[in-house]
């Protein structure tokens, strides 16, 4: 499906990228920024990766894999278009945002309720992953922002919606099993 033959091609040296579907836009465009961000969240969980191991290593690199669908979703601008390559416009799914979902009611049931907020840290893939959790709402919010003037696929949404709360979890999962967590304490400084 993919072939890199070239890595630079010099079409965008004055500011435009292609699209999946071959249309040019600007590179400052909310498409682009949406997708952009999805590429750097992906890019963070390589970082969160290098301190996980087993179960946890396999979920944030099946992630990481939906991330490139998402990816490709959002860079396909007609959300009602088949390919012109002759293969399937590949779509996040429904099924994807359940995934997380039967994870996160997993990881929860191993928690015990939060009884303040707080801070991002602890361990070291705690902290990465709560960047990344940052990161995915960032990329939520250029997703909606880029829905109200354009296409955009519903399930890409509420999947990156889903996807922040997964990885507050798994934080909390992080920091041994949320014993760890780092506790807000309101007005601590004053």
């Not at 998402?70 to 779509?91: F, I, N, Q, T, W």
């Not at 994870?103 to 801070?119: K, Q, V, W, Y």
Request: one cysteine or more; charged letters at 25%; aromatic letters at 6%.
């Amino acid at each position: 499906m993919v072939v890199l033959n070239k890595i630079y091609t010099k079409t965008g040296d004055k500011g435009e990228t292609a699209l999946a579907d071959g249309s040019r836009v600007a590179k400052h465009s909310l498409r682009v920024s949406a997708y952009g961000t999805v590429d750097e969240l992906n890019s963070q969980l390589g970082v969160a990766r290098l301190h996980a191991q087993g179960d946890t290593a396999a979920a944030i690199e099946r992630i990481q894999n939906d991330l490139f669908d998402l990816g490709a979703d959002l860079a396909r601008p007609d959300m009602h278009k088949d390919s012109e390559a002759g293969y399937p416009v590949l779509r996040v799914v429904e099924t994807q945002t359940e995934r997380l979902e039967t994870e996160i009611d997993a990881m929860i049931a191993r928690l015990e309720p939060l009884r303040s907020f707080i801070l991002p840290g602890g361990s070291a893939l705690a902290a990465y992953l709560h960047v990344a959790r940052t990161v995915a709402r960032r990329a939520e919010r250029d997703a909606t922002a880029l829905a109200l003037d354009e296409d955009v696929n519903p399930h890409a949404i509420k999947y990156l919606n889903r996807l922040s709360d997964w990885f507050f979890c798994a934080a909390r999962i992080a920091n041994d099993d949320g014993r760890s967590d780092v506790l807000w304490v309101p007005g601590a400084n004053r």
